[in-house]
């Protein structure tokens, strides 16, 4: 049994021992001489003293330094020395197409002839289609004009039909002002007759 007590000691101490790496550091690359390519980045260090965090009035911050970055990395855009690019000392390097001449054949001509010939038509084709645009809307605006002029008058004349009713029936309902004559005869009644 006493073996049995053995063997579990044997495998903690086992695992208790930790197999240990040997790391070396690499031997970093020469550094190259970026500053022909690439502007570095501007860093400032601002230097703040104690204050209350707007955020939070239970906190303050003591005097401490913030480093801001002002500008970041960017490449150097500037033509190369006449001496040569840093890399590319082997290689020529491209030329600037802002500064080479236009490459000039005849294909080239007639396709900047048609463009220009387009490009007047279809200014002219604007023009007469905002003149078009300009008469349609005042021809609106005079329909809009008409459209009401027209709503006012129909209302005024169904008041008049409505007053002109109003004074049929109200003449058709009124006695006449004084009885008409009884007379048996066909005679006209004469004022001189006994």
Request: aromatic share 8%; proline share 10%; with cysteine.
């Amino acid at each position: 049994m006493k073996t049995f007590y053995f063997i579990p000691l044997m495998f903690l101490t086992a695992c208790s021992t930790a197999p240990r790496l040997a790391l070396r550091p690499q031997s970093l690359p020469p550094a190259a001489d970026n500053s022909a390519v690439r502007y570095h980045e501007v860093v400032r260090a601002y230097h703040v003293g104690r204050y209350a965090d707007p955020n939070d009035g239970l906190v303050m911050h003591e005097q401490h330094v913030v480093y801001r970055v002002e500008e970041n990395t960017r490449w150097d855009l500037r033509p190369a020395s006449a001496g040569g690019d840093v890399f590319f000392s082997a290689v020529p390097s491209p030329r600037d197409a802002a500064f080479s001449p236009l490459p000039v054949n005849d294909a080239v001509l007639a396709e900047v002839n048609a463009q220009k010939l387009a490009t007047v038509q279809i200014m002219v084709q604007a023009r007469t289609l905002s003149s078009a645009l300009a008469q349609f809307q005042a021809a609106l605006q005079q329909t809009r004009t008409n459209l009401q002029e027209t709503a006012v008058l129909r209302a005024s004349v169904i008041a008049m039909k409505k007053r002109l009713d109003a004074l049929e029936t109200a003449q058709e309902q009124t006695p006449p002002p004084f009885p008409p004559p009884n007379s048996t005869t066909n005679e006209t009644p004469d004022s001189l007759s006994p």
